[in-house]
């Protein structure tokens, strides 16, 4: 009954979206909008886009989940909201133009685009990460959540994806194939584009060869996306290598918090592949005697997926500590115990709080999230990893439906310090 009655909803949702584009006069007309989407990826390569841009002299403005830059000035994001409102999109790219910015980057979420927050908006192109289960609780099965992130596709002139990805199959069979159905020699211009590194792509490059320095494997195809579009906006190749090269991964995305006798990651990781390629890549990298992971599963967006995320865990760490990560009014014991389910079928074994630490293929619940990081940094010796996901840059907490600050990296910080007094 929720999901229909959401679908109402978005129909006042869809007049918001269309009177807040009359209002500010259509401003998306008046400057090249690149739209990005994704379950992964999307922060990193929305940041990426708009550095390289900047880097080559371009005027352009950003919303993201970590930032929003327009016409030169930043404003906040917000605690949990990546996409604002459809007024305040329109009043943003408004505000781009104004400044004489020529693009302007856009980071949308499904929620976003299945509520009709950025309809209206003229995509100049329009880009894919990736399609993972994710946001199921909201949109019921993966074929809705697909069929959101497409709008995207349908309101963008230029469409790129990633030729790798398990989405790709039922993203082709709607764009690829049907891109030159229509006879009319002025609509055979080629619209869709595919990155990738596996299968045969329209952009595919070796990114650590050309950027010359280390990428961790996933976050390759971010660099991929990033490069389609700047390439195909007719940004010089040297240009955009030589800005890869400057570009900062945003907070919280594979941040080394603390290197010392140990090392500490934040990761915004929150989804069973998100932290599949955040474990795999830090274990090759940097070869831990133990990876130790914190993390936890938010609320309302998917349960199903939190046995899978157990899974990866388990697959990758040696040691887990499940957490809260945003439970609001849900109850944060069950939430950890479905996590653990995955961590059980690969044989890990839960033991208390005052025993964690000593073997390996062990796990323990510590709902606060605070005393979860401490532990962990108690247990930690000479050469171990210790990586926590699922909140990254988020400077906010939600406990029983209120929010609290929060920061896991100012956690780490906290404790760390404490150790080594």
Known sequence: MDYYFQKVKN??????AISANVYFDFPSRKIKVIGVTGTD???TTTSLVYHILKSSGKKVSLISTVSASIG???????????????FAVQKFISQAVKAGDEYFVLEATSHSLDQYRVYGVFFQYGVITNVSREHLLYHKNYRNYIKAKLKLLDWSKIKIVNGDDESFQYISKKYYLNQFK???????QKSFFTYGIKNKADYSIDVNLAVGKFIYPFNRYNYLAAYAVCEHLGIDEEKIFNAMKSFILPPGRMELV?????????DFAHTPNA?????????????PSRLIHVFGAAAFRDDSKRPFMGLESAEYSDLAILTEEDYRTEDPEKICKQIADGLDRKDFRFVEQDKFGIKNKTYTIIIDRERAIKRAIEIAQAEDLIIITGKGHEGSLNRDGKEVLWSDRETVLKFVKTSNN
């Open 11 to 16: 129909i006042w949702h869809l007049l918001v």
């Open 41 to 43: 990826g999307k922060t």
């Open 72 to 86: 030169g000035k930043q404003y906040d994001t917000g605690f949990h909201v990546t996409t604002p409102s459809a």
């Open 182 to 188: 229509n006879k009319d020699q002025s609509q055979k």
């Open 258 to 266: 603390y290197d010392e006798r140990f090392k500490i990651i934040v």
């Open 275 to 287: 932290i599949r390629q955040a474990l795999s890549s830090v274990k090759k990298e940097f070869k």
